[in-house]
T-cell receptor
Framework: SQQGEEDPQALSIQEGENATMNCSYKTSINNLQWYRQNSGRGLVHLILIRSNEREKHSGRLRVTLDTSKKSSSLLITASRAADTASYFCATDARGGADGLTFGKGTHLIIQP | DAGITQSPRHKVTETGTPVTLRCHQTENHRYMYWYRQDPGHGLRLIHYSYGVKDTDKGEVSDGYSVSRSKTEDFLLTLESATSSQTSVYFC??????????????FGPGTRLLVL
């Protein structure tokens, strides 16, 4: 199973509304990252939050991290049609291997 | 975009044939990674490299080998392609790894179809 699991799997909202996606993970981490993937494209890094941080902002993005609950949330405020994409959380890989372990993603659709 | 290219971008091959995918970076980053992306699984780590000639296995390494003879190139080889290796393959690079794992920058991907 994946280290990170996003919830919901799909989300459809109206333009201008806020979108919230959640991520849960199983083992302790050094950091947690969020990525965006537009259809047919590579992943783009959005934000990295370290295990000793609780909240981080970047433009219209707000990420929270609760290590006691092993969960994170990504909030996109004032959504735009261009925000339509899949969003993935990623954590340090399990088993001592380097690299990231990704969840299955949340597919976000912004209705104009 | 970070200077990462992948080649080929699309490939159709037959079961049993060898296939090599190439990842090339111009950022001089030490760490390079190969992932595969399949519906219902997200991205999964195949192999990674932490320097020239230094590579290690990831979560789904069976059936794959890698080589890194130069900082800028990381090759992924399917020795004998199988239909289960039909996937989209992404290369990624990073300045830091291990406990200093940092942001990863991804290439555009290679779509591989094994018939």
């Amino acid at each position: 199973s994946q280290q990170g699991e996003e919830d919901p799997q799909a989300l459809s909202i109206q333009e201008g509304e806020n979108a919230t996606m959640n991520c849960s993970y199983k083992t302790s981490i050094n950091n947690l990252q969020w990525y965006r993937q537009n259809s047919g494209r590579g992943l783009v890094h959005l934000i990295l939050i370290r295990s000793n941080e609780r909240e981080k902002h970047s433009g219209r993005l707000r990420v929270t991290l609760d290590t006691s609950k092993k969960s994170s949330s990504l909030l996109i405020t004032a959504s735009r049609a261009a925000d339509t994409a899949s969003y993935f959380c990623a954590t340090d890989a399990r088993g001592g291997a380097d690299g990231l372990t990704f969840g299955k993603g949340t597919h976000l659709i912004i209705q104009p | 975009d970070a200077g990462i290219t992948q080649s080929p971008r699309h490939k159709v091959t037959e079961t049993g044939t060898p296939v090599t995918l190439r990842c090339h970076q111009t950022e001089n980053h030490r760490y390079m990674y190969w992932y595969r992306q399949d519906p219902g699984h997200g991205l999964r780590l195949i192999h990674y490299s932490y320097g020239v000639k230094d590579t290690d296995k990831g979560e789904v390494s069976d059936g794959y080998s890698v080589s890194r003879s130069k900082t800028e190139d990381f090759l992924l080889t399917l020795e004998s392609a199988t239909s289960s290796q039909t996937s989209v393959y992404f290369c990624a690079i990073s300045r830091g790894g291990g406990r200093a794992l940092e942001t990863q920058y991804f290439g555009p991907g290679t779509r591989l179809l094994v018939l």
